[in-house]
C-alpha cells in the first residue's frame, strides 16, 4: 500500500528549462512534506519542505507547492542544471508523538539535465 | 567532519550468517533511524531511537535488532541472513521535525 506516490520514474529537460516533480499521497495524517536528492552511491539530503498549512515555499531556485485538497505536491526547479541531475524523493511526515516523526517515501523520480 | 557514518559502506556475506552495521551522527542529534532501500528502490523505515529508547519499529523479522549504545550510534545486528535482506541500508538522524540526514548507506548482498 503506497502511501506516497510519484508515478514519473524518470524526467528529462533541458539545461535553463523548468523541472517539475510530482507526488501525490493518501494519508490525510501526513502534515509535513519534504522533497531528497539523491546521488548514486551516496545517502538522500535535504532540499526542501512544507507544512501542511501552507501552500507554497521558495529557495532558490526550488519551490515546492501543495495542494492539500487534491493530497499532490509538486517540485519546481528553475532554471535547471545539470548539475540537478538525481534522483528525486518526495516524502510525507506523520507525527508518532513526543518527537518522533514517521517519514514516508516515495519511489524516487529521476531527473536528467541535459546541456 | 562527517555528519552520518555508516561501516562498512559494502558487505558481502552467505546466507545463515550474522552480522552488523554501525552508525554514528556527530550532530547531537537525539532521534536515529534505520531504513532499507530494496531492490525496487523503495526507502523504507524500519526503526527510530529517540534518546536510547525503541520508538519506531516497522513490522521487522526478529532477526533485525538495533541496538543503540548511546545517543550517537545506533547499530544493526542481523541474525541468520536471508537472500532477500540484500539491499541498501541508511541511518539517519534528527532533531524533532528537522530533516532527517543520511548517512552514505550500507550495501549488503547476500549470497
Known amino acids: 500500500d503506497q502511501q506516497v506516490k510519484q508515478n514519473s520514474p524518470s524526467l528529462s529537460v533541458q539545461e535553463g528549462r523548468i523541472s517539475i516533480l510530482n507526488c501525490d499521497y493518501t494519508?490525510?495524517?501526513?502534515?509535513?512534506f519534504l522533497w531528497y536528492k539523491k546521488y548514486p552511491a551516496e545517502g538522500p539530503t535535504f532540499l526542501i519542505s512544507?507544512?501542511?498549512?501552507?501552500d507554497k515555499n521558495e529557495d532558490g531556485r526550488f519551490t515546492v507547492f501543495l495542494n492539500k485538497s487534491a493530497k499532490h505536491l509538486s517540485l519546481h526547479i528553475v532554471p535547471s542544471q545539470p548539475g540537478d541531475s538525481a534522483v528525486y524523493f518526495c516524502?510525507?511526515?506523520?507525527?508518532?508523538?513526543?518527537?518522533?516523526?514517521?517519514?514516508?517515501f516515495g519511489k524516487g523520480t529521476l531527473l536528467t539535465v541535459n546541456p | 567532519d562527517t555528519a552520518v557514518s555508516q561501516t562498512p559502506k559494502y558487505l558481502v556475506t552467505q546466507m545463515g550468517n550474522d552480522k552488523s552495521i554501525k552508525c554514528e551522527q556527530n550532530?547531537?542529534?537525539?532521534?536515529m533511524y534505520w531504513y532499507k532501500q530494496d531492490s525496487k528502490k523503495f526507502l523504507k523505515i524500519m526503526f527510530s531511537?529517540?534518546?536510547?529508547?525503541?520508538?519506531i519499529n516497522e513490522t521487522v523479522p526478529n532477526r533485525f535488532s538495533p541496538k543503540s549504545p548511546d545517543k550517537a550510534h545506533l547499530n544493526l545486528h542481523i541474525n541468520s541472513l536471508e537472500l532477500g535482506d540484500s539491499a541498501v541500508y541508511f541511518c539517519?538522524?534528527?532533531?524533532?521535525?528537522?530533516?532527517?540526514?543520511f548517512g552514505p548507506g550500507t550495501r549488503l548482498t547476500v549470497l
Open positions: 512544507i507544512s501542511s498549512i501552507k
Open positions: 494519508n490525510s495524517m501526513f502534515d509535513y
Open positions: 531511537y529517540n534518546n536510547k529508547e525503541l520508538i
Open positions: 539517519a538522524s534528527n532533531r524533532g521535525l528537522d530533516e532527517q540526514f
Open positions: 550532530l547531537g542529534h537525539d532521534t
Open positions: 516524502a510525507a511526515s506523520e507525527y508518532r508523538g513526543g518527537s518522533n516523526y514517521k517519514l514516508t
